[in-house]
């Protein structure tokens, strides 16, 4: 078993290459060889026990060497994320779109067909607010980064058809708690509001309590890539979308988890509302039905509570020391 | 009022060329200025009362004088056909995708957002013969063409969405009675079993009798598109494709409807099954519920033998002209 992991550098990237280093294994075989690429050449992760080559470049001109010949999974999760889409629209296209037909030209290439794993997005969706969508929905997006999502879920599921490669497209909620620092993405703050006040710093809640949202940890989502990494596709036929079970939770019900954890910590997240913001994340669908996943074998959602838990145990100390934080 | 038609060379390019020089105007605006656009530079139309500027090129690296500044309105009908996307899947992802990529980035450049009207097609869904779609159906291409003209809808929406251009993307059915020969669209018979017999020609017929399809005359499409052309969009709102009110017809009414037009002709139409044709073509939608095209002002279609009656009354003597037939 050949692993790529494209965006091998970017939050969840890590996460799998941990969790491949630790396991040795994926699907029940053995891991061989692992690639890391991005536009700089990602760190291997921690104890490995097979050999680990990191590749640095760009997407949209991919050298060949990010997914050796004898590849056998990739994970496709480079991308240029909302806001930045939203405020560059030429390196959008370049990276999300031009991004993902080069990596169908190389796995084209390939002896055998890869299973390709592609970090699809929420943001594909419209709906907003009221929206409780059905597998079958039409993908409206409000935004560049979900059109071009959208299109690369097209390209990739037309080159399943034809045999070039072996695609699913995991359409992820927005991913809490990210560690680190807040980034350029619109959704940014729903991290924001668990991390900060956990690190005892205040941050801002740029939309109103009731604002909900569709998320989904970033234990889950790992989980869930390794499920696309190795589940029998057959079933999908044509259609290579899924909207994965994640949870549909309200920004006050976040705060309610938080304090759980922490008492008193949501007293850091003061309310200052950008229209800018919740233009963009108001948008995206707060809710789904996702029935497709459920018998696809997608694993079931924990509760919120424990999403913050988890973000203590996995990733508090590590964003501290990244922060410079006592 | 300054035009545009990329893929000026094409049937319905050259039909709309044709109706523009009639009519002299659109949407009650006098046209000013006509630009033909295609590999080869188009013919001009005759009798047109406004220069016409004839353009050859490559539309995946559009000239900028294809869309000159100050034009209002585009015509995007430039395309690789279903069964030669089919059959070269770089040229189709570079004609399909670049090429409307090419378009949106050179209107970008203009003083004010043009009209783009973008041909998408029917081939852009999937559902087969049982489906009956309505205007919110996913488009799940079963072919490559279809999900490069899906995809390219998504880029013009959003582009339409940031104010580069203004886009309407009607998803054309199958056009019949095509003029001419037959061409490399998996669709082809369905105009060949008409117009072939009309000529006194045996033709084959790839698919089973009870086969149906959602089809639409040339008249209609040009009548369509110039809709398309001077419409209010903001009805449209985000969402700027549209599935127009085609008509739901089996390959026997359409034999019935030449019967009807030229007694005893269907004859010469042989059935030859062809299980390539049948595979592409079987994966369209032979009907929709295209309630959302009526609100916006489609017109509805003329009945079936109407069509035929079109073909012979517009297209039957400049055909056989075409092609050396007494």
Chains 1, 2 share one sequence.
């Not at 990237?13 to 294994?25: F, I, M, P, Q, S």
């Not at 690429?37 to 026990?49: E, L, Q, S, Y």
């Not at 922490?262 to 309310?271: E, H, K, Y």
């Amino acid at each position: 078993m050949r692993i790529s992991i494209l965006g091998g550098g970017g939050f969840l990237g890590r996460k799998v290459a941990a969790r491949l280093a630790a396991d040795g294994k994926l699907g029940g075989e053995a891991i061989e060889a692992l690639t890391l690429f991005d536009v700089v050449p990602p760190d291997p992760p921690a104890g490995a026990r097979f050999p680990v080559h990191c590749v640095g470049g760009d997407v949209a001109d991919l050298p060949a060497d990010a997914i050796p010949d004898g590849t056998n999974v990739v994970f496709h999760l480079a991308a240029v994320v909302s806001a930045a889409a939203e405020a560059d629209y030429d390196l959008g296209q370049r990276v999300n779109v031009r991004g993902t037909e080069a990596v169908i030209n190389r796995c084209r290439k390939l002896a055998a067909p890869a299973r390709v794993v592609f970090t699809s997005s929420v943001a594909s969706f419209g709906g907003g607010q009221a929206a409780r969508l059905a597998d079958d929905a039409r993908q409206v997006p409000t935004n560049s980064y979900g059109a071009q999502k959208a299109a690369a879920e097209l390209f990739l599921t037309d080159a399943s058809r034809r045999g070039f490669l072996d695609a699913v497209c995991i359409r992820l909620p927005t991913i809490i708690v990210r560690p680190g620092r807040p980034n350029k993405a619109a959704s940014s703050f729903f991290s924001g509001i668990l991390r900060e006040p956990l690190l005892g710093l205040s941050t801002e809640l740029p939309v109103a309590p009731d604002f909900a949202a569709w998320i989904a940890s970033p234990r889950r989502a790992v989980e869930w890539l390794l499920h696309c990494a190795s589940m029998d596709t057959t079933p999908m036929g044509l259609d290579r979308g899924i909207n994965p079970p994640g949870l549909s939770v309200t920004v006050a019900s976040m705060l309610n988890a938080l304090d759980a954890v922490q008492p008193g910590a949501s007293a850091l997240v003061r309310r200052v509302y950008d229209p800018a913001i919740e233009k963009i994340v108001a948008g995206w669908p707060a809710a789904f039905e996702p029935l497709r996943s459920r018998t696809l074998g997608f694993s079931a959602h924990e509760p919120l509570v424990d999403l913050v838990r988890a973000f203590v145990a996995d990733d508090l100390e590590a964003t501290r020391k990244e922060r410079g934080l006592a």
